[in-house]
């Protein structure tokens, strides 16, 4: 079974829905992370936790929530959806402790694919 | 203004021989770095690392090299096999900022050619 599980896999909605994509993770980590692919621009940063109580706006927050139900889920929310939101969306945990020399490695799960019309 | 670059989008390589992805930052501050590789329909996967304290970092087939002074790092695989053929992905990390961010770069496609 993976380790960082994200659902939907695939989604198409339309301009004003209200989308919530979902991670589960089962590695006992603190840390979870939201990402957003683009074509030709790597991940950048949405929000990340560091506890269930512990929420932090990254890179790109706007037109974004996130909810930390758990210490294993965290679910990522777009209130009203809209066409520059269509992306490749990656879910990441990471441990507190980092590795051994302080990595922090973060490891994702297989994406979610959203299609705003 | 993009601070961890990948200049080359892609890079082609026959197998067998040396692939070499570079990366370059602006960010004096970071003090880690890591490789992720990214198949097609999946996510990245943690490949290596480099603290800022050393300049190479070996392991198996993959050898990262850090030249502070430069702000270039670059990860080299030996032999390249065709398994290799993913996108490669170039993060840094400030660990003073508290925030444990990851900046990526763009992104190098290696193909690994039979």
């Known amino acids: 079974d993976a380790d960082v599980t994200q659902t939907p896999r695939n989604r198409i909605t339309k301009t004003g829905k209200r989308i919530m994509l979902e991670c589960s993770q089962t590695k006992g980590h603190d840390r979870m992370y939201w990402y957003r692919q683009d074509p030709g621009l790597g991940l950048r940063l949405i929000y990340y936790?560091?506890?269930?109580?512990?929420?932090n706006k990254g890179e790109i927050s706007d037109g974004y929530s996130v909810s930390r139900q758990a210490q294993a889920k965290f679910s990522l929310s777009l209130e009203s959806a809209i066409p520059n939101q269509t992306a490749l969306y990656f879910c990441?945990?990471?441990?507190?402790?980092?590795?051994?020399?302080?990595?922090?490695?973060?490891?994702f799960g297989p994406g979610t694919r959203l299609t705003v019309l | 203004d993009q601070q961890v670059k990948q200049n080359s989008p892609s890079l082609s390589v026959q197998e067998g021989r040396i692939s070499i992805l570079n990366c370059d930052y602006t960010?004096?501050?970071?003090?880690?770095f890591l490789w992720y590789k990214k198949y097609p329909a999946e996510g990245p996967t943690f490949l290596i690392s480099?603290?800022?304290?050393?300049d190479k970092n070996e392991d198996g087939r993959f050898t990262v090299f850090l030249n502070k002074s430069a702000k270039h790092l670059s990860l080299h695989i030996v032999p390249s096999q065709p398994g290799d053929s993913a996108v490669y992905f170039c993060a840094a990390k400030d660990s003073g900022a508290g925030s444990y961010q990851l900046t990526f770069g763009k992104g190098t496609k290696l193909s690994v050619i039979p």
């Open positions: 960010n004096s501050m970071f003090d880690y």
């Open positions: 480099i603290s800022s304290i050393k």
């Open positions: 936790s560091f506890d269930v109580k512990d929420i």
């Open positions: 990441a945990t990471s441990d507190r402790g980092g590795h051994k020399g302080g990595a922090d490695t973060q490891y």
